[in-house]
Nanobody, 128 residues
Framework: QVQLVESGGGLVEAGGSLRLSCAAS????????VGWFRQAPGKEREFVAG???????IYADSVKGRFTVSRDNAKNTAFLQMNSLKPDDTAVYYC??????????????????????WGQGTQVTVSS
């Protein structure tokens, strides 16, 4: 069992930055892929970015070049650095974890249903 706790959300002006953290319990954090998802009011949950246990990264086109995902396995923590924020980035941001791997990783990492553990979410609001 893995418990995830997000932090770092808040209110920021367009063009600003925020850094989200996802702290995980458990001793095997490095085997898990961590995915970041977001959900805006009235919209479905969407993939933002993901990072594998060994550090492979993948991003949604909408955030590529602006967001950076990283992890510190020694501290059981993953991060989402968000720069050049836009009002369209306003949403509740969730981190999720699952033991994904193999040739299907690229397909699995973007699908919410493939994740076993979820955090409670943190609100990010970008004002124009």
């Amino acid at each position: 069992q893995v418990q995830l706790v997000e932090s770092g959300g808040g209110l920021v002006e367009a063009g600003g930055s925020l850094r989200l953290s996802c702290a995980a319990s458990g001793r095997t954090f490095d085997v898990y892929t961590v995915g970041w998802f977001r959900q805006a009011p009235g919209k479905e949950r969407e993939f933002v970015a993901g990072i594998g246990g060994s550090g492979g990264e993948i991003y949604a086109d909408s955030v590529k070049g602006r967001f950076t995902v990283s992890r510190d396995n020694a501290k059981n923590t993953a991060f989402l650095q968000m720069n050049s924020l836009k009002p369209d980035d306003t949403a509740v941001y969730y981190c999720a974890a699952a033991a994904l791997g193999g040739v299907q990783w690229d397909r699995q990492v973007v699908r919410p249903d493939d994740y076993d553990f979820w955090g409670q979410g943190t609100q990010v609001t970008v004002s124009s």
